[in-house]
């Protein structure tokens, strides 16, 4: 059966925002169902597809034994307290029946069973006939009421398919809720851009290698959508996403996996802002300006440090599909949540992640929107570290202070973020195609480092103009995978001991971040 072609045209397109391109296919995609639904009763037609990734999913049939249905994907995230909350989420390559987590305080004693909850995702085929429609079930469990400081060991399973079973028993793992109060030490890491490929992997053995609390993703999370313009006529894969949560297992099953929203993560087919495949994905902390809007928006703390993840598509100049959704209600919000932080007995440090950077001098530049928008609010609440992705490189500048250096950071030195300014990371290494610098600005990292000079940048200004800037604050710059590791410790003088590893574990960056000093 010919069908006619509902797909946006790309002139059109290019003048629309995310939710108008929604609103424009809606009604499209409706009347299309229909005529598939139609022609194929007729002709007896439609079967269950599936696009080659491990676990794709389909739909469930009789035929199909519910112990042959093995949950995969699993992905651990904090909730709102990481001390009492912890969220497991994983995807069935099938629709299962009554899904639940077993959880207990010894891999042989599972016997609380937490109910789940089911989100399913339907992607509908391309309007091109390049993509089959699709359907993939994701699965969430909260688990509340933990006890600080505790190792649980955890199974997840539907009728049919009981992990704490000896035939499932391999499939147990475990997670450490945060402790009561401050350690003397702990390490968290960080990075974005990954992707799926040998790169992403290798990137996920070397979180491992660190044993970190937690880990923390600056977004551009799978390339499922491998355009990154948040348009309907960008190029999509959703089994891609099947393939990401397969590979990230082997360390989010155990390290909680703190993600943020990039450019890449707007997929335009779920919903007017694109964000209802991170909703169907993702099970992160509600506590943000607006859990369903800005998803990748939210806060939390654990030991002497706040971390708060933001939405950068929010008040992005240069990728602007979604640029002012949440209509000034995030910045707000981060205004407060900042404000509530730094007068929070116990957190020394705040660190702030999102995708989009403020500084940079890699392929896409510096975004004017985040400095607008957001960087006064960091330099009011003296925000300690800023981590960021989007650019697939590391770099990391000097302390910057009202848009200037405010004292020059090399390799192995120190800032006080009261009195010096804030250091920006460029983290975004995680395992995607790299990238390279701006003409002229060549790398320059620990073990050869070159002449500290000016180099040449771009910033991205309202209206997706382009402009020219010489800048001094970058310091630190290497073309290559990399991770941020991040070893927060507490006492009497406090400190943040940041470091940035190649993908062989070499060192290329370490400074520190005291406040007071």
Known sequence: MDLPDFGIPAPLARRMSMAEQYEYLRSRVTRRRALVTAGAVAGGALTGCSSGAPGTSAPLTSRTPASAVPPFGRHLAFGSDPRTQMRISWQTPLAVRAPYVRVGTAPGDLSRKIEAEVRALHTPGGYDGTRLA?????????????????????????????????????????????????????????????????????????????????????????????????????????????WFLKQNEQVARTVPWMVT???????????????????????????????????????????????????????????????????????????RTLGALRASRGVDFVVVFFHHCAYSTSTHGSDGGVRAAWLPLFARHQVDLVINGHNHVYERTDAVRDGAVGREVPVGGATDPTRDGIVYVTAGGGGRDLYGFQPGSAESFEGRERPHEPVGSLVWKKGRRATDETVAWSRVRYRGFSLLKVEAESGARPRLKVSALARDGRRIDHFEVRRGS
């Open 134 to 242: 699709l359907d993939q079930f994701y699965v969430h469990a909260a688990l509340d009421g933990l006890r600080p400081g505790t190792t649980y060991y955890y199974g997840v399973g539907h009728d049919g398919f009981d992990p704490a079973s000896p035939a499932h028993r391999a499939t147990v793992s475990a997670f450490r809720t945060a402790p009561a109060a401050s350690p003397a030490s702990f390490t968290f890491t960080a990075f974005g851009d990954q992707g799926v490929g040998s790169a992403a992997a290798a990137g996920d053995l070397l979180v491992l290698r660190q044993d970190p609390a937690f880990h923390l993703h600056a977004g551009d999370l799978c390339y499922a959508d491998g355009t990154g313009h948040g348009k309907t006529t960008d190029g999509y894969d959703p089994g891609a996403w099947d």
């Open 261 to 335: 929203t990039g450019n890449h993560d707007m997929e335009a087919w779920y919903s007017p802002d694109g964000y209802g495949g991170q909703l169907a994905r993702w099970a992160l902390p509600d506590n943000g300006s607006d859990a369903r809007s800005t998803p990748g928006a939210y806060f939390f703390t654990y030991g002497n440090v706040g971390v708060v993840a933001l939405d950068s598509n929010d008040v992005s100049y240069e990728i602007p599909a979604n640029l002012g959704h949440s209509d000034g209600r995030q910045t707000a919000w981060l205004d």
